[in-house]
């Protein structure tokens, strides 16, 4: 039996914003329907982990392989193509257009030869969504604003999606609630690169976590071999 290789592979990247070099060889990978986790302070490099992978800040060294096929200079329409989503931390809604409005323009413009999630499907994973289809994007809470970025992400069909800071400005209640939503996004076999400042929301879903710390891969382990070293959460992760 031929074992399933990791689905993304990403092989020391160098990442800079012009002169400011801010990845100093990352790797990682994630293998098909894992959670894997970025976590670390503010400005670690994160999101730029993310961009890296997306293609919009592409790496000036090093690979991104995507099943066994370096994606690193394709640009982030063909990389959207292959079957990545990214939902980012600014969540760009449409204010108005209707919560299904703006579902449904990313349907349209979904990956190529792909079938599209159908209404079904998506208000099936996400019924707060089904429940204030006709409200228009403008008017939405924070937590109903994070969940319409994912369904609209999932509206293209990927495989792997990349989350930034899902939980960030919500309310307890509602980090609970957008938990288990993505929980059962993961049950359904996605891949998902989780970027999280609340240690609680990852050690719920993450399959590995990497701690980052000045564009560097610090620490990788499980959620539970994180817990189990106080020394490292204090000195990566605690203010
Ligand atoms: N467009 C940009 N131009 C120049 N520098 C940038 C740009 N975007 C981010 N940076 C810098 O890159 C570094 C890493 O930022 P990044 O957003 O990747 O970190 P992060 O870990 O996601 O943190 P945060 O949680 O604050 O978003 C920071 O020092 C940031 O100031």
Redesign the pocket.
Known sequence: MVERGADLKVDGIHTA??L?Q?LFGVSLEVKAGECIALI??????????M?SIMGL?PPRQGHVMWKGQDIARLGPHRICRLGIGFVP?DRRIFPELSVWENLDIARRTGAAGKTTWSEEQVFALFPDLAEIRDRRGGVLSGGQQQMLTIARTLMGNPELLLL??PSEGLAPLIVDLLQQRVGELKATGLSIVL?E?NLQFVMALADRVYI?EK?EVRFTGTPADLKADERIVHQYLTV
Do not use: F, I, P
């Open positions: 914003y012009g400011s801010v670390g302070r503010n400005g670690v490099g994160k999101t730029t982990t961009r800040t931390e930034d800071e970027a400042q980052l564009g």
